[in-house]
């Protein structure tokens, strides 16, 4: 079966940086993805991740090694706004995107 | 320009009721899906289009559920009749689908809660 694993909760300090982990078993692999979900809101598009590497985009930057299957989202100098949860999702080989459940992020003074 | 919109907002029913769900996409996407949402969890595909046809229904339970997409812009999402385990929150996406990234963009859902 296709599978995208996540940390359920993690809690981080305004300021600091945060690294939440996706790991991923899927048939085949066309794409990853990130969203930034607020409680009572839409996901909103982050990253996406396509080839090996590091994608930097301001605050945000993702990595993804296919080899692994495994990628991180890395939020720097941390804002109470980012308290949300953050979605991973893999398209796959029928080009459909597997949800992992996300990882609540708590951002705390 | 305007994201995906979608209405109601927010829903409430009794069990065994009808409820319908509408959905704009972005302008120019072609691509347009339905998913449903449950607390603690990520999003579930129950429905894609492209243009206006449904090309992955898999997910859509029939027996109560049905969609369409007129004219391959705006989309409807009916529930007849809705159940206790129907109270979710009901997420339209819409995409270009063109070779690439083809992004997924969502609108703000509508909450559904069946009594």
């Known amino acids: 079966g296709q599978n995208i694993d996540q940390p359920t909760e993690m809690t981080a300090t305004e300021g600091a940086i945060v690294q939440i982990n996706c790991t991923y078993q899927t048939s085949g692999f066309n794409g990853l993805f990130w969203y930034q979900q607020h409680a009572g809101e839409a996901p909103t598009f982050l990253s996406y991740?396509?080839l090996d590497g590091l994608e930097e985009k301001g605050r945000f930057s993702s990595f993804l090694s296919r080899s692994k299957g495994y990628s991180y989202l890395l939020l720097k100098e941390l804002q109470m706004k980012d308290s949300a949860s953050y979605l991973c999702a893999v398209r796959d080989q029928n080009y459909q995107l597997i949800w992992g459940a996300g990882t609540k992020l708590i951002i705390k003074p | 320009e305007a994201g995906v919109v979608q209405s109601p907002r927010y829903k409430i029913i009794e069990k065994k009721q009808p409820v319908a769900f509408w959905c704009n996409p972005i302008?120019?996407?072609?691509?347009l899906y339905w998913y449903r949402q449950n607390l603690g969890q990520g999003p579930e595909l129950l429905i894609r289009y492209e243009n206006e046809e449904a090309v992955d229904d898999s997910q859509l339970p029939k027996d109560r559920f049905s969609a369409e997409r007129l004219k391959g812009v705006d989309s409807t999402l009916k529930i007849q009749p809705a159940e206790l385990g129907d109270s979710a929150v009901y997420l339209c996406?819409?995409?270009?689908?063109?070779?690439?990234?083809?992004?997924?963009?969502f609108g703000p859902g509508t909450r559904l809660t069946v009594l």
């Open positions: 996406a819409s995409s270009l689908r063109t070779s690439g990234q083809d992004t997924q963009y």
């Open positions: 302008s120019g996407h072609n691509t």
């Open positions: 991740n396509v």
